[in-house]
Structures are given as structure tokens and as C-alpha cells.
């Protein structure tokens, strides 16, 4: 078993600021990590797909890991996200992040090549048995090799490194059989859920925390939300987790993600720069429409100015919203073969 203690709470995915060459803004990443922490996230969370690790290269992500590990000098744990090419480079990558001092790696399924649920163990089991820091298996089965729960088992009970699950299917019913089968074998198995659209039901049937989008944009209320819910006030709690589902749908769905996401940081006043993604200049002019609507719900919530020309009146969320809201969500899901 790992000598550390399990992970806990609101990981945040951040996003990486970029200068104007396109290069990594060391500066605005460090004020980044300190307003962050400042608001009460539990941990962070870099090289994930908020952090696009794919559109940097293996030195980048390490410097980026480097840069956060030595601005938040132990204040919080960090979850870094270690996956390579190879096994062979992402145990490197795991040995300097453990030398840095990071808490565990998440690490994603093996993507492009789809493989069985035989080959998605031989993967984690050969990473597992050679690293010297916890690893996160992190399950995102849009875009990799699915985990399934037979293979996160086998892995619970034959890696001691194998320290928790990061899942971001959004999938309840699958979150709930990994727990039911990996929690009585496995008592200080982590689960974290990376789906921000489900985080109080996930939290209520078992899982220990999230790395969720959008802490990295309205951690105030991330946070907030996880606090309710383990305090089982879940009336105010429900509450926070329809507001949060605003934000998340209009990040999430009006952009290519992370773009959403970026914009909505920028309002909050972190020079986020422009993506390694080009953008077409219809999707540049989606962006802006999308920032003043970002910015009229970051508005009602406190955090920014209304934008020039002010926002629409009376858009409480009445039993009716909720509903569609929901089945949207669902569908969504089913679009997507989550669901």
C-alpha cells in the first residue's frame, strides 16, 4: 500500500498560460497556481486534458510540472499527469516528478491504438511495477482505450502503486461498480470523478473527490460544492451543482474544448493567451459570443462586471430549466456513448 494519504477533494485541471511567441508563461502560470490555492482547491492537477498535454512536448511538460511543484512548495499536493508515448518515457516521467516532490501521476489509458482490456492491464501493470511514486489510472474512454472494471480490480489488488482511479466518463453506474468491487479489497483506493456535470451524485454514492474544468475557472464554487455535500447539506448543495451546470454546458459545449474554458479564465483576470489549436475565424467569432455569455454568468455569480450592453433579465432556474437542463446533459451522454 502507498505510505501517503489518499487522495482528497477538488484536483484542479489547469489550463497553461501562453506568452504571445506560444510558449509556456512562466510568470502567469505561477500567479496561476497561487490564485488557486488562494481559493481553496485541494490540489492540482497539470498535464491533463484541460492542460492539453498533447500540444506540448515531453520537455514542456516537465518544465511545466517543475514550474507548478516549485510555486506551490508543498502548500497542496499535486496529481501530475505523467502519460507518454511509451512506457519507457512515462516511467522516466514518473521518476523526475516523484524527485519533485509530486504527490502521484495520473496517467491515461493508451490511446490511438485501441487495445483490449488485456492489453489496457500489460500497460498499467509494466508503468505500476516500475514506478516510485502512486499512479492514477485515469479513464476517459472518449478518447482511449476504456478501463474496465475487472482490469481496475486486478490492478488494485496486484500493484500496490496503482493508488486510484480518475474517471471521466461521467458514467454513475460504472463509478459505482468499481467502488463496490475495488473499496472492500482496497479500503484506501482512491476515486475521483473528472465529469463536473455529475460531481454531488458522485460524491454522494462514494467517490473521494474530482479534477474538474471548471475549479480551474470558479474554484470559489467547486469547492463549495465538495464542502456541502460531505457535510450533507444537500438541499444548498443541489442548489450550487444546477448553477455549477450552467457553467459547465456553456464551457463545455459552445467550443472546442478547452477553449470554453480559456475564455472563461481570461474573464477572471489570468492572461491565458491564445491556444496551440488555430482557431477559423468563424470559430474566433464564436469565442467572443461565447465570452459575453460566460462573463453574464460569471456576473451573476459575482465574479466579473456584466459585459457592454449588460446581460438578460430573469433567468432564475425554475423546476422546468432544471429539467431540460438534465435531459440536455443525458443527451449529451448518449451522443457521446456515455449513457
Known amino acids: 500500500m502507498s505510505d501517503n494519504t489518499p487522495l482528497r477533494g477538488i484536483f484542479t485541471p489547469n489550463i497553461v498560460p501562453l506568452d504571445d511567441r506560444g510558449d509556456i508563461n512562466e510568470t502567469e502560470l ?124 486486478r490492478l488494485a489488488e496486484e500493484c500496490p502503486r496503482v493508488a486510484a482511479i480518475k474517471d471521466s466518463s461521467g458514467d454513475l453506474p460504472h463509478m459505482m461498480r468499481m467502488i463496490a468491487a475495488v473499496r472492500p479489497v482496497r479500503p484506501d483506493f482512491a476515486f475521483l470523478t473528472g465529469w463536473d456535470a455529475a460531481l454531488m451524485p458522485m460524491l454522494l454514492l462514494g467517490c473521494d473527490g474530482g479534477t474538474n474544468a471548471t475549479s480551474g475557472v470558479v474554484p470559489e464554487i467547486t469547492r463549495k460544492l465538495y464542502d456541502l455535500t460531505m457535510a450533507g447539506k444537500l438541499d444548498d448543495a443541489r442548489t450550487l451543482q444546477y448553477r455549477l451546470l450552467k457553467l459547465f454546458d456553456a464551457m463545455l459545449y459552445s467550443a472546442e474544448f478547452p477553449e470554453g474554458f480559456r475564455a472563461a479564465l481570461r474573464l477572471r483576470g489570468i492572461v491565458t493567451g491564445t491556444g496551440r489549436q488555430p482557431q477559423s475565424l468563424v470559430q474566433q467569432k464564436e469565442l467572443a459570443t461565447l465570452s459575453d455569455q460566460l462573463q453574464c454568468l460569471l456576473a451573476a455569480e459575482g465574479f466579473t462586471d456584466q459585459p457592454v450592453g449588460g446581460c438578460p433579465v430573469g433567468e432564475s432556474v425554475d423546476s422546468d430549466q432544471v429539467t431540460r437542463i438534465v435531459q440536455t446533459v443525458v443527451g449529451e451522454l448518449k451522443k457521446r456513448g456515455m449513457a
Not at 481559493?39 to 517543475?66: M, Q
Open 30 to 153: 505561477r500567479k496561476y497556481v497561487d490564485w488557486l490555492i488562494e481559493r481553496g482547491v485541494h490540489g492540482l492537477y497539470p498535464n491533463g486534458s484541460t492542460g492539453e498535454f498533447t500540444r506540448f512536448t515531453f520537455e514542456e511538460r516537465r518544465r511545466i510540472i517543475e514550474i507548478m511543484a516549485d510555486q506551490t512548495r508543498g502548500r497542496v499536493p499535486i496529481l501530475a499527469g505523467a502519460a507518454e508515448a511509451n512506457t519507457r518515457e512515462t516511467i522516466k516521467a514518473c521518476e523526475h516528478y516523484h524527485s519533485l516532490g509530486v504527490r502521484a501521476v495520473a496517467i491515461v489509458s493508451p490511446f490511438y491504438y485501441k487495445l483490449t482490456p488485456a492489453g489496457v492491464y500489460a500497460y498499467f501493470k509494466e508503468i505500476a511495477d516500475n514506478s516510485p511514486i502512486d499512479v492514477t489510472l485515469y479513464n476517459i474512454p472518449m478518447f482511449a482505450s476504456p478501463i474496465d472494471v475487472p482490469t481496475v480490480l
